[in-house]
């Protein structure tokens, strides 16, 4: 059995930024509250990547997601400037392609040091959330693509409503995953 001090206390941020995000999601509705939503969100986004660097010391695959989430980033900046056509559509499906591989090496390879120190019911969560993860990200891209084609457009907006549903259900099972990750590695 490995030592995770730093990995259970990662995710501790991790979780906490998860449930931070959710919340100024919601706020982000309600007009008045918006731009203090937005700036939450930047706080809570910033927290959860202290948290995925610190997990970053103990495993392996969450040192891998804290640099892809760096260069996520990035691509989300030029994203800002080029939001329109096939470019602005190619940046977005980068960027969700980005996002799943994060999703990807948090949950695998803290599924995977779960089971090493025989947590394997929370590490059964991981790789269901990944899994749930998967579908959701392959639908979006294909939706993104759709969105360009006239007339699709239309059906690519309600498949994108549902889809939206589905993500906020899986973003509540990531941070359960998150929580019952650190609870596990004693942080």
């Known amino acids: 059995m490995g030592n995770y001090q730093n990995a259970g206390a990662g995710l501790k ?3 906490i930024a998860s449930v931070g995000a959710i919340i100024c999601t919601v706020l982000m509705i309600i007009p008045i509250v918006n731009i203090l939503a937005a700036i939450g969100a930047i706080v809570f986004g910033i927290i959860s990547m202290v948290g995925l660097y610190g997990a970053g010391k103990d495993i392996a695959g969450c040192k891998t997601a804290f640099t892809i989430t760096i260069v996520n980033l990035v691509v989300s900046v030029l994203g800002a400037f080029l939001k329109i056509g096939v470019l602005g559509t190619i940046i977005t499906i980068v960027g969700e392609v980005l ?6 090496y948090v949950c695998t390879s803290v ?3 779960l089971t090493g120190i025989g947590a394997a019911e929370a590490a ?8 749930m993860n998967l579908v ?9 693509v759709l969105a360009l084609i ?4 239309i059906i690519a907006a309600v498949v994108r409503v549902i889809t939206a549903i589905v993500q906020i259900v ?3 099972l990531y941070m359960i995953f998150l929580n019952k990750s650190y609870q596990a590695f004693g942080a």
Not at 124 to 131: P, R
Not at 136 to 144: H, K, L, N, P, R
Not at 150 to 153: D, G, H, L, S, V
């Open 13 to 15: 941020k991790m979780f």
């Open 170 to 172: 899986a973003s509540i």
């Open 111 to 113: 599924s995977e040091a």
């Open 124 to 131: 059964q969560k991981g790789l269901t959330v990944w899994k």
């Open 99 to 104: 996002s799943l591989l994060v999703v990807y």
């Open 136 to 144: 959701c990200y392959i639908i979006m891209i294909v939706v993104e």
């Open 150 to 153: 006239p007339f699709i457009n």
